[in-house]
């Protein structure tokens, strides 16, 4: 069965309501190592009649050689994009889920500095549950939809676009701290990564709240 294609049926209903539709999706949600990011991008009505863009899919449907490329593509097709960021010590602070909300923040933040007012939107957040409200995003009109990163071509934009700049900090780190493979793994719980923890211990980069070597959790 071959991947699913995004549409964008769904923004083009809610820009008949809307200015604007801000798509936002996560990465680094379940890594034992570095950051979370989330991206977020922005549709305007001529944009919701253009071409989704070539190979565009949620991150994971798309093969990591040409994930680049991809999001390269997304990005221009947009209408503004950007990333957000929360830390490995941020999230053991105050949580993952937390963190998701303070880094989907961050990248608004972000997208206001380009012009966009996200008061004016209504923001597609893959998932069922809203994490921004909680974390100071009053006033915005927030809608998630399960699996909007597979179905809905701008969180799918969203997702490669982050998930690209993750995995290029996640090898930056590797150059700074080898022992760990993140140039493979990404900071993600493979059985290389786990044997490193248990030879080195943790780095700072690490998520020490968590259960760093104990089996995958579902997150």
Excluded at 108 to 123: F, K, Q, T
Excluded at 154 to 163: E, F, L, T
């Amino acid at each position: 069965m071959s991947p699913v294609e995004p549409r964008l049926t769904l923004e083009r209903r809610l820009l008949r309501e809307h200015a604007i539709v801000i798509a936002c999706d996560e990465v680094g949600r379940g890594a034992l190592a570095g950051p979370v990011a989330v991206g977020a991008v922005v549709i305007d009505a001529p944009r919701s009649r253009k071409r989704v863009p070539q190979g565009l899919r949620d991150s994971k449907l798309v093969p990591e050689h040409r994930r680049p490329e991809v999001a390269a593509r997304a990005a221009t097709w947009v209408a503004a994009s950007a990333v957000g960021w929360a830390s490995s010590v941020e999230i053991d602070e105050i949580g993952i889920i937390r963190a998701l909300g303070l880094a989907t923040m961050r990248a608004l933040a972000d997208l206001r500095v380009h012009g966009v007012v996200p008061e004016e939107a209504i923001v597609v957040l893959d998932g069922n549950h809203d994490y921004i409200t909680p974390a100071g995003g009053t006033g915005l009109n927030i809608r998630p939809v399960i699996k909007a990163d597979r179905d809905c071509a701008s969180a799918a934009a969203a997702s490669v676009i982050a998930k690209v700049a993750r995995d290029a900090l996640m090898t930056e780190l590797h150059d700074e701290l080898p022992a760990y493979s993140w140039a493979r793994n990404k900071g993600y719980a493979s059985p290389e990564h786990r044997s490193a923890i248990r030879e080195h211990g943790i780095s700072h980069h690490h998520r020490a709240s968590w259960a760093l070597l104990e089996e995958p959790t579902l997150f």
